[in-house]
């Protein structure tokens, strides 16, 4: 969400960003609705201001005949179309939702995906001489994955992880955390059943609320209670990451600057519905509905160059984990049209996966600077008595499945063990995923 006072200022940059981001936004509409908006609010204070005065001289009169004059006065105030204003503002609302951050200068302009560009590579691709199977072949024959058992209990995209694979994967969370915590985030277990607005907030709904034919977020069907025993209004959902969750932490706060940045570390269960993927990558672990992830937050004052310095040290920290599990990754720059709406500046890193012979998206950082803390209202002391809205960062540090895949295609042996990277060896006790025999 943007300033309506920076969208009327910025109108020619904002409609080349909703040009470039690929976004169905008629940003002339938006202005005019404002502008009917905002004479209709005046027209209705202006009501409520002669209202008022009437009452008050109406109390004061001195004499019957100068009370009914008033009273007849009244009468003839013109009332406003509320139920017009309301509509005004709903649509209003509605085209505000859908306004982008202008992207950082240095953002590559693409249509699609394919206009991102790969900016910094570590290692190469691993050459095996045998033919390399992917992580499901190998998590069946090492009898730590059940695609079928998980598809009859959890439905479409359910899995079970079982005996070394559990461990592989907590292990792969606790070092993440652990990492995070060595760099300063607070760590944190947060909510994954959360209110409407923690979503709107950071951006999960592609419009004003919550739509089930776009949105990749499942929605919790079964009521709620509040403290008073009450039925809640609350609509609540399930995250598909830590993000909102940590995001929300502070909304409607005013945070001291003096305390800024705040760092966080998030370790979640995550549940996406991926319901504009449905017949991508059907089988195995590469898109599921859920796993685990470690993600982290940043809230820095607003200043496009410290924000940006801490959303590289985020990246950094992520290609540093990568590189200790001695995974091959690169890492992208993200296009314009492949950002989503809010975003100022974005990356994603990505692992080889031999088994799978791509590239695998393993985490993604991005800065949204004050678009997402304005639907949170999160707010900063910046002097005596200057408020300003705080610029919010997000990076994924380490999310189970991917990360997971990487290692068991990347450590496999032609025996079909997989070799424990060394910084995990702790968390299994071993060296070596046997295949049993």
Known sequence: MLDIKFIREHTAELKEAVKNKGIKLDLDELLEVDKERVALTREAELFNRSKNELSDRIS??????????????????????????????????????????????????????????????????????????????LGKALDILDFDRGSKVGGFRGYYLKNDGVLLTIGLMMYALNKMVSRGFTPMIPPTLVKQFALFGSGYFKGLEYDPNIDEIYQVATSDKEATGEISKDKKFLVGTAEPSLLAYYAGEVL??????????????CYRSEIGSYSKDVKGLYRVHEFMKVEQVAIVEANIEEANKLQDEMTSISGEMHEELGLTYRRLQICTGDMSPGKYRAFDLEAWLPGMKRWAETGSASNFLDWQSRRLNIKYVDGPEERKYVYMLNNTALPSPRVLIAILENYQTKDGDIVVPEVLRGYLGKELIKKPR
């Open 60 to 137: 004061k009169a001195k004499d019957e005949t100068e009370r009914k004059a008033l009273i007849q006065e009244g009468r003839g105030l013109k009332e406003p179309d509320l139920k017009n204003l309301d509509g005004v503002k709903k649509r209003f609302d509605e085209l505000m939702a859908k306004v982008p951050t202008i992207p950082s200068p240095d953002t590559p302009v693409g249509r699609d995906e394919s206009g991102n560009k790969e900016i910094f590579r570590w290692g190469e691709p691993k050459e095996f001489d045998f033919e390399p199977k992917n992580h499901i072949e």
């Open 256 to 269: 001291e600057g003096k305390n800024l940045p705040v760092k966080l570390c998030g370790y979640s269960q």
